[in-house]
């Protein structure tokens, strides 16, 4: 069941519960449209992917921008979305089961689907469903360009798949997906070019043997916010599926530039506020979001705002400052923010956005909560 949100629309910034998934809305904004206009300026189109924010107002947020969809990694995920106003949904992962493809190809008659292929054994059934549902369902054939996860391997092994597809009367064709995911948290710009030269040449030796057997990729799709910018100057991507970029978790802030400076091009945007819950010693203060706050794949929260302070050894319920290094001793009941390692498991651990203008002024106030829609979507 959800829980009552955090804060009420028009409340004081100072007035909010905790812990609270908090979005300055400034900075969510000014992301938005800078990768709205980097991918209008490179002239590919961009379908970006809600795993990171289970929400589809933020969703439609990114249609009016221009996107031409939304990525989803469940089918429960599409469903959420669907039901939220979104006309078009990309299932970027392979689906079975008969209850899921029934699901799958029943939100055919309400929105523009597609979903992801990597083994012939998956064609029929898929094809199945969507005729027993009178939808006409679009497949990517995924390939594996260097993660090692999902994914048929490229060149012919694809083209034989895509051709199954085809003849498929319930399917269309209409594609690759081709994501590189280990290459977006690689540190350097010169591991993330060459994991994506590797994976630009892979995808471009299998879209040319597909034309060569008479099957054209409307759809090239993959990149994330690491490496967008490669995918889009590529000439063989066309639709890309970047995420975290709305948010700009601490791990992401990690990768560098090619100065050798933190990845900054996109703003962090997204934050727990916890409150100081405890006060032991000088040097040590206790806050409210722990292990079930966060997501601690990616390390720590950092802390955003109080020089020094290190977030350290988590509980349930508890987070340890280490403030040893640092010139200010927060008090009890005082605010703290804390950036996230990893955004997306982490918005999945809350049920309310909580929107906030004007964040760091004395007149920052809640503008908006949104309810994150499709936490819990695994299935």
Same mark, same amino acid.
């Given at each position: ?8 629309? @028009? ?82 992962? &392979? ?10 190809? %029943? ?27 009178? %939808? ?18 490229? @060149? ?21 997906? %081709? ?10 710009? &010169? ?12 995808? @471009? ?8 057997? @008479?099957?054209?990729? &409307? ?11 490669? &995918? ?148």
């Amino acid at each position: 069941m959800a829980q009552l949100p955090p804060a009420a629309p @028009g409340m004081a910034y100072a007035d909010i519960d905790t812990p609270a998934l908090v979005i300055d809305l400034d900075a969510f904004e000014r992301n938005l449209k800078r990768m709205a206009d980097a991918v209008s300026k490179a002239g590919v189109r961009l379908r970006p992917h809600a795993k990171t924010h289970k929400s589809p107002v933020i969703g439609l947020k990114q249609m009016a921008l221009g996107a031409v969809g939304l990525c989803c990694q469940k089918v429960s995920e599409a469903e959420a979305m669907v039901l939220g106003g979104v006309p078009d949904v990309y299932v970027s992962n &392979e689906v079975v089961g008969a209850r899921k493809l029934d699901r799958l190809a %029943a939100l055919g008659r309400q929105a523009r689907v597609m979903v992801a292929v990597d083994n012939e054994a998956a064609i029929a059934p898929l094809a199945q469903a969507a005729a027993r549902h009178g %939808a006409q369902v679009r497949v990517l054939v995924e390939i594996n360009v260097g993660a090692n996860r999902c994914g048929v391997e490229p @060149g012919e092994p694809a083209v034989a798949l895509a051709q199954a597809v085809a003849r498929e009367k319930s399917l269309t064709f209409a594609g690759l997906q %081709a994501y590189q995911g280990r290459a977006q948290h690689l540190r350097t710009i &010169e591991e993330r070019k060459a994991a994506i030269a590797d994976a630009v040449e892979r995808t @471009g030796r299998t879209v040319r043997l597909l034309k060569e057997s @008479g099957l054209s990729c &409307e759809v090239v799709g993959g990149a994330g916010t690491g490496t967008y910018e490669l &995918e889009s100057a590529s000439g063989v991507y066309n639709e890309l599926q970047a995420g975290s970029y709305i948010f700009m978790d601490a791990d992401y802030a990690r990768n560098k530039k090619a100065d050798g400076g933190r990845f900054d091009t996109f703003e962090h945007a997204l934050f727990v506020l916890a409150s100081i819950m405890s006060t032991p010693t000088p040097e040590r203060a206790v806050v409210d979001g722990g292990l079930k706050t966060f997501s601690f794949d990616a390390g720590v929260p950092e802390v955003h705002g109080l020089a020094g302070a290190v977030y350290e050894r988590p509980s349930d319920e508890h987070g340890n400052l280490n403030l040893t290094a640092c010139n200010e001793r927060p008090g009890l009941g005082d605010r703290i923010l804390l950036i996230p390692g990893h955004c997306d498991p982490t918005v999945n651990l809350h049920d309310w956005y909580i929107g906030v203008r004007g964040m760091g002024t004395a007149q920052a106030r809640v503008e908006s909560v949104w309810p994150v829609a499709a936490r819990g979507a695994l299935f």
